[in-house]
């Protein structure tokens, strides 16, 4: 069965640094998206991007945040300056059809800590 | 308000006991989804339900829109170890984006 995949599982980084968090999307899907889960904490909507650009980012999307699609098969989510606060689990998604009734399949997650 | 407040937050039951977890709003939405979140992975969809008053089945899983479509339940008969886990409803916006509940966090003890 298809899967979205993330990598790495786990990254530590010290805060100021730049990450960059990688996803494998099924590989007809149009649609993709990033979520992340501060640990306690309900997962909340980054940003969703679709023919090459954001659809929607939320308030927690701000400039230090970017993403990309740079080949057919890898969606990234860039942080170019690391702080504590970002600590998190994040998900990549994608759905084939981007309707409110779609299935949104989940990746693994990718664990950040900023030190 | 477009927060889903779920309820309640944790519970820790006997292997074969019945339970009910909660999803509800303020606002009417179009559609309702419910997730299940283990340890280490991520949400994965369990139904979708559209329809004020539909009831959806899923084995021991029984879904409940409400008829006025603000909220929704998840009602799971003879519970079994396998069941632990996070529970998630989330609401989908026209792009897709999905806005989660807290979650209700599920332990069945065998």
């Known amino acids: 069965e298809p899967e979205v995949t993330q990598t790495p599982s786990h990254q530590v980084t010290q805060m100021g640094q730049e990450v960059i968090l990688r996803c494998v999307p099924i590989s007809n899907h149009l649609y993709f998206y990033w979520y992340r889960q501060i640990l306690g904490q309900k997962v909340e909507f980054l940003v969703s991007?679709?023919?090459?650009?954001?659809?929607?980012k939320s308030e927690i999307f701000d400039d230090q945040f970017s993403v990309e699609r740079p080949d057919g098969s890898n969606f990234t989510l860039k942080i170019r300056s690391t702080k504590l606060e970002d600590s998190a689990m994040y998900f990549c998604a994608s759905s084939s059809q981007g309707k409110s009734t779609d299935t949104q399949y989940f990746g693994p997650g990718t664990r950040l800590t900023v030190l | 308000t477009q927060l889903l407040e779920q309820s309640p937050q944790f519970l820790s039951i006997q292997e074969g006991e019945n339970l009910t977890v909660y999803c509800n709003s303020s606002?009417?939405?179009?559609?309702l989804q419910w997730y299940r979140q283990e340890p280490g992975e991520g949400p994965v969809l369990l139904v979708t339900?559209?329809?004020?008053?539909e009831v959806k089945k899923l084995k021991r899983l029984t879904f409940q829109f409400g008829d006025a479509r603000k909220d929704s339940s998840l009602h799971i008969t003879a519970a079994q170890p396998g069941d632990t886990g996070l529970y998630l409803c989330a609401r989908s916006g026209n792009t897709g984006k999905l806005i989660f509940g807290q979650g209700t966090t599920l332990q069945v003890k065998p």
């Open positions: 606002s009417v939405f179009s559609s």
């Open positions: 991007f679709y023919n090459n650009e954001i659809s929607e």
């Open positions: 339900v559209v329809t004020g008053g």
